[in-house]
């Protein structure tokens, strides 16, 4: 098994690819998917796959989500300053003193900050203020709506944070923004990368599925999973690290960096599916996690699981501390096992592989 393209991973990671706008980290990511396999397309919503063994009847998905969470400009005042909407599950408590980008509709970039209010002025309890769609907002250096309009930028404008991919502890840790999820989009292509060059050869139609706007509720994953059909669908995503302070582990259970990839149990998780990963990882030496997520999982795998008649699918996570903010943290031995865990169960999966629970 190679290591781990740290270039692709930082070229990726650092890409912006905001939920409804992910083609240019999408554009990167084909490039380097589409030297491991045989064919490669994309959809009107921007959902991109690579394809090994497209021939096939029987298909079998892995698959991530593509997009990160952003911000929307809402509201600009006379003054020129810019309130800003949600775009997915961006977190207005971490907004205050943040560098961010405003992406124009022709493709430039404009340097912007998160204002706030200075401690001083902040003492009182009157003066208070808590950080919501009210109190944060963006300064471009403007000081007129005219002058912010000039510069190309209108309501429904995307905004993301300014942060870029680094590594703490001589490489252990992987930090930045946007690893939920593509993280999961480096394991995917990862996984083909090794699927090619042990020049393994699958039985089926392995379908590798970077998907767009799962922040906003699993949509590109939906669309993926009503255009191919599948037979099998294994998602992979992150998952809270609960170990760091202020985590209650009898609500969000017990999962640690380092430890390797976490292996879920829900309704929409198929037991067949989850077990052979799990017998996977045994037969491996690869350790994991257990986690339960319900009613659903909140990924991309109820998506599948839920598609018309139902795809036997099942989750692989991997542990993530500080999740969207600009400081997610993964660790790198744990993204090298979760490659390895999905590469060794593809291998395992055959055509005639029984999903029936009777």
Not at 44 to 68: F, L, S, T
Not at 114 to 122: D, M, S
Request: hydrophobic share 35%; aromatic share 10%.
């Amino acid at each position: 098994m190679g290591s781990i393209n740290k270039l692709f991973v930082h070229e990726y990671l650092n890409a912006n690819a905001p939920t409804g706008y992910e083609y240019n980290g999408q554009k990167i990511w084909i490039d380097y998917v589409k030297q491991y396999v045989d064919d490669v397309f994309t959809d009107a919503y921007g959902n991109a796959v690579g394809i090994i063994n497209p021939g096939a009847e029987y298909k079998v998905v892995i698959e991530a989500h593509a997009d990160e969470i952003s911000w929307a400009v809402n509201y600009i005042t006379n003054e020129g300053y810019i309130y800003v909407a949600r775009n997915g599950g961006s977190d207005f408590e971490i907004a205050p003193s943040m560098r961010a980008i405003v992406h124009l509709d022709n493709g430039n970039k404009i340097p912007a900050v998160f204002g706030w209010p200075a401690i001083h002025t902040r003492k009182s309890k009157e003066d208070s203020k808590t950080p919501n769609c009210e109190t944060v907002i963006l300064d471009c250096g403007c000081d007129s709506d005219k002058e912010v309009r000039d510069l190309g930028i209108h309501v429904g404008t995307i905004v993301t944070f300014d942060a870029k991919i680094g590594e703490l502890n001589n490489g252990k840790y992987f930090v930045g923004r946007a690893f939920d999820n593509r993280m999961g989009g480096v394991t995917i292509a990862e996984v083909a990368r090794r699927i090619h060059e042990c020049n393994d050869k699958l039985e089926y139609g392995l379908y590798i599925c970077n998907c767009v706007q799962e922040e906003v509720g699993l949509r590109g994953s939906a669309m993926i999973a009503n255009r191919i059909h599948p037979n099998l669908a294994i998602a992979t995503d992150v998952t809270h690290d609960t170990q760091s302070p202020l985590y209650n582990k009898k609500k969000h259970g017990d999962i640690s960096c380092g430890k390797g990839p976490v292996i879920a149990y829900a309704p929409a998780v198929h037991h067949k599916v989850a077990n052979l990963i799990r017998k996977t990882a045994l037969d491996n030496n690869i350790e994991i996690q257990n986690d339960f997520c319900a009613p659903s999982t909140g990924t991309d795998t109820d998506s599948f699981a839920y598609c018309q008649e139902g795809i036997p699918s099942a989750l692989i996570s991997l542990p993530l501390k500080y999740m969207h903010t600009t400081v997610e943290m993964v660790n790198a031995n744990d993204l090298d096992s979760v490659i390895k865990l999905m590469y060794f169960t593809l291998k395992n999966i055959t055509p005639d592989f029984n999903t029936s629970y009777f």
